[in-house]
C-alpha cells in the first residue's frame, strides 16, 4: 500500500522534461509520465530485438503494456492510428511473444497501443491521444 502511494507521488512529481532538446525523446518522456500517472511502472525504454523496437514496455499488478510513441507537430486531423503504417503494426506485433518469451516470468495479459504526443510550437499546448494497436 505504501509502495503504491510512493509511486503514485513519484508518477505526479516528474517534471516537465524541459532538458530534453530532441521532440522524439521528450515525447517518450511525456508518454512514460503519462502511464506512470496512472498506475504503470517502466519495465524497459526502447526495447530492441532483431530489425525491431518497442518504445515503451511498461506494467501495472495486472497487465504488460507495449507502447508506440509518435510526436508530432499539431495538425488539425492528425490521428493516433494513422501514424503507423500496416508493415511497422506487423513488426511490431511480431516483437511481443519474443519479448515474453525473454522474460517468461512476466505472465501478465498484454495490450499493445499507440500514444500520440501531438504539441504546438513552443510546447505550450500537448495532446495525447492512445490508440490501440489494430
Same mark, same amino acid.
Given at each position: 500500500?505504501?509502495?503504491?502511494?510512493?509511486?503514485?507521488?513519484?508518477?505526479?512529481?516528474?517534471?516537465?522534461?524541459?532538458?530534453?532538446? +530532441?521532440?522524439?525523446?521528450?515525447?517518450?518522456?511525456?508518454?512514460?509520465?503519462?502511464?506512470?500517472?496512472?498506475?504503470?511502472?517502466?519495465?524497459?525504454?526502447?526495447?530492441?530485438? /532483431?530489425? /525491431?523496437?518497442? +518504445?515503451?514496455?511498461?506494467?501495472?499488478?495486472?497487465?504488460? !503494456?507495449?507502447?508506440? &510513441?509518435?510526436?508530432?507537430?499539431?495538425?488539425?486531423?492528425?490521428?493516433?492510428?494513422?501514424?503507423?503504417?500496416?508493415?511497422?503494426?506487423?513488426?511490431?506485433?511480431?516483437?511481443?511473444?519474443?519479448?515474453?518469451?525473454?522474460?517468461?516470468? !512476466?505472465?501478465?495479459?498484454?495490450?499493445?497501443?499507440?500514444?500520440?504526443?501531438?504539441?504546438?510550437? /513552443?510546447?505550450?499546448?500537448?495532446?495525447?491521444? &492512445?490508440?490501440?494497436?489494430?
Amino acid at each position: 500500500m505504501i509502495f503504491m502511494l510512493v509511486e503514485f507521488i513519484r508518477g505526479w512529481l516528474m517534471p516537465f522534461p524541459f532538458w530534453i532538446g +530532441d521532440t522524439g525523446k521528450r515525447g517518450e518522456y511525456l508518454a512514460r509520465r503519462y502511464w506512470h500517472r496512472r498506475g504503470y511502472h517502466k519495465v524497459a525504454v526502447n526495447w530492441r530485438h /532483431g530489425h /525491431g523496437e518497442i +518504445d515503451l514496455i511498461m506494467a501495472d499488478w495486472r497487465r504488460l !503494456l507495449f507502447v508506440e &510513441v509518435k510526436t508530432r507537430r499539431e495538425e488539425p486531423d492528425l490521428q493516433a492510428a494513422d501514424t503507423v503504417g500496416y508493415d511497422q503494426k506487423q513488426r511490431l506485433l511480431r516483437l511481443v511473444p519474443v519479448f515474453k518469451k525473454n522474460w517468461p516470468d !512476466l505472465e501478465l495479459q498484454h495490450r499493445f497501443v499507440i500514444v500520440l504526443v501531438a504539441y504546438a510550437p /513552443g510546447w505550450r499546448k500537448k495532446r495525447f491521444e &492512445v490508440a490501440p494497436l489494430a
